[in-house]
């Protein structure tokens, strides 16, 4: 006998006949229930790899009733399973039979849940497609964090260090060739590929002789860093349920944050010795095994394996201008403000390396906050708004970090961080969303290309203006253009997508047997950009 594997919750109530009525019903909240016997419901849908309720009914002497509600389940959340089972088992737990639903009404989920159900598969690769952006997020900010460090022990200047970041950004060019054959090939392989690749080159930097070294080693690397983080987005968006996309989006921004975190902690360490800057280098290689693992269990995209049909860039350049731009704009903001704020606290306020760490967690952390916030409310209320509002406020705020000292940075950077993380998962979802199947890996590395020719410019502007003023003030303070010419496009420009189907965005995707619909179905703004639901008698609809 093997012991079992699931929870057990069991409910004790007390109640009238219409009360057990109501606990015959079946759920439709985070699961649905379905019927499978007298008194006992299976899930029909929902985020459980097991799940069986029954009841127990026995009458009281009052004409009242006892039911004993025995409800075993296990989540489909590997991994980070430990972390939900607390709020699964506060869930179902009840001591009264539940209100009665009016038909139609939409029960609203727990914070903590998607805004639409998921089922199992959805869940199950929503987890582990998180694991794997810890490793995205650390190899991303790998550079950022040690340059500063690395730069000393080199005898490099302020404008050296814009140098190497905007260089690094010529990796990109790997990305958009993985992203292609991602297109090709499938999304799975490539994962791997990228995972293996960036933490390799990674290594190879801790034993950098010269900057030059370090350089070329991490363009590399973020090549593949980042072509993961673009396929595991894509992959999200393939398998989440229409309402649930930004909610996906906004889990794997947490998770790599978590891994960025990591980054950041180890970078603590660069003050023992000249040369302690490498050991971050070296820490991902430890983890390959665990990546691999989790690997193994994720399948292909399930939209990549389902027939779909042949598109052309050609008919998608409006779409593909718009998010190019827009992440151009964003990134000759964003980028330096990351990029050089390591150097910014030391040089500019004398930070140790452990208060760097500290400033870094304790400013940085209640961003999971707005990316929480935002996803849901992306999800729910609508991208655009959402995206604008946090665009404009970040931006705002992260600039007068720039601007002030003492006290001052740590309040504008921690409301900055929370306010700019509504952005996140509003906007990085419509990437994957406005592109066919075909198209959408490679489309998306286009626009990663684009963002990251923004955060060269403005690495490179913001390097040469700090040598000008001696300060990063100015520099920052020039650049928070971009993100406000940004909100302009999101709410001229920008279509709505929440809860809209992959297949209605995309009607190329809507094939029937073995035909193809090649290019967009209609040309200019409002064509591209109307993103409107199917209608019976659309020749796409109706095959």
């Given at each position: 006998?093997?012991?079992?594997s ?6 004790i109530i ?69 972390l ?6 506060a ?30 598969r ?6 582990r ?6 490793l ?13 460090f ?24 790997l ?28 290594t ?6 010269n900057?030059?070294v ?16 673009l396929?595991?987005a ?17 889990v ?7 891994g960025?975190?990591?980054a950041?902690?180890?970078v ?11 050991i ?29 049909g ?11 201008a718009?998010l ?25 306020h ?27 409310l ?26 002030l ?7 504008t ?5 929370i306010?700019?993380a ?16 075909a ?12 963002g ?10 913001a390097?040469q ?8 003030g100015?520099a920052i ?14 709410v ?17 995707d ?16 409002s064509?591209?950009?109307s993103?409107?639901?199917r ?9």
């Open positions: 006998m093997h012991a079992k699931f929870d057990t919750t069991v409910n007390e109640t009238d006949a219409a009360g057990v009525a109501a606990l015959r019903l079946p759920r439709d909240d985070l699961m649905l229930e379905q019927v499978e016997g007298p008194d006992r419901f299976g899930v029909a849908e929902g985020p459980f790899d097991h799940y069986e309720r029954t009841l127990a009914v026995d009458e009281l002497d009052d004409g009242r009733f006892r039911v004993t509600e025995t409800i075993d389940w296990k989540v489909a959340i590997p991994v980070w399973e430990p939900f089972r607390p709020l699964m088992r869930m179902s737990r009840r001591s009264e039979p539940p209100d009665p639903t009016p038909a139609g009404e939409i029960v609203s989920p727990p914070w903590w849940a998607p805004p639409a159900r998921i089922d199992a959805a869940a199950t690769i929503l987890s497609l998180c694991v794997i952006s810890m995205a997020g650390y190899l991303g900010t790998l550079l950022s964090q040690t340059l500063s690395a730069a000393d022990e080199f005898g490099a200047s302020s404008t050296a260090q814009g140098t190497v970041l905007a260089v690094v950004r010529i990796g990109v060019l990305s958009v060739a993985l992203a292609f054959m991602a297109d090709r090939r499938g999304r799975r392989a490539l994962v791997l590929v990228c995972a293996f690749g960036g933490v390799a080159m990674a190879l930097g801790a034993v950098a002789p900057l030059f370090l350089t070329a080693t991490q363009t590399v690397s973020r090549g593949f860093a980042t072509a993961l983080a396929l595991l894509v992959i999200a968006a393939e398998e989440m349920p229409a309402g649930a996309r930004a909610y996906g989006a906004s794997l921004t947490m998770t790599a944050a978590l960025a975190g990591g950041v902690a180890l603590s360490l660069a003050d023992l010795a000249p040369w302690a800057w490498r971050p280098y070296v820490a991902p290689i430890f983890v390959l095994p665990a990546i691999k693992a989790v690997h193994s269990q994720v399948p292909e995209s399930r939209r990549f394996v389902t027939p779909h042949k598109a052309t860039m050609a008919g998608h350049r409006g779409r593909l718009l190019a731009t827009a992440a151009f704009l964003g990134l000759l903001f964003y980028a330096p403000v990351s990029q050089f704020q390591v150097d910014f606290l030391r040089e500019e004398g930070f140790s390396s452990p208060m760097i760490t500290l400033y870094t967690m304790v400013t940085m952390t209640p961003g999971g906050i707005g990316v929480i916030v935002g996803g849901r992306a999800d729910t209320k609508g991208r655009r708004i959402v995206g604008a509002i946090g665009t404009i406020g970040g931006a705002l705020l992260v600039t007068l970090t720039y601007q000292a003492g006290a001052g940075i740590w309040l950077a921690i409301c900055g961080s306010i700019g509504l952005t996140v998962p509003a906007l990085a979802v419509y990437g994957p969303e406005l592109f066919p199947t198209l959408r890996a490679r489309a998306n590395g286009w626009i990663t290309a684009a990251v020719a923004g955060s060269a410019t403005g690495l490179r502007l390097g203006m700090r040598d000008h003023f001696d300060s990063y100015p303070a020039m650049l928070a253009i971009g993100p406000l010419l940004v909100a302009v496009l999101v001229a420009f920008y279509p709505e997508t929440a809860r809209v189907e992959l297949e209605d965005l995309n009607p190329e809507q094939v029937s047997g073995t035909e193809s619909i090649v290019g967009a179905p209609s040309t200019g703004v064509g591209l950009f993103g409107r639901r209608q019976a008698g659309d020749p796409v609809a109706d095959g």
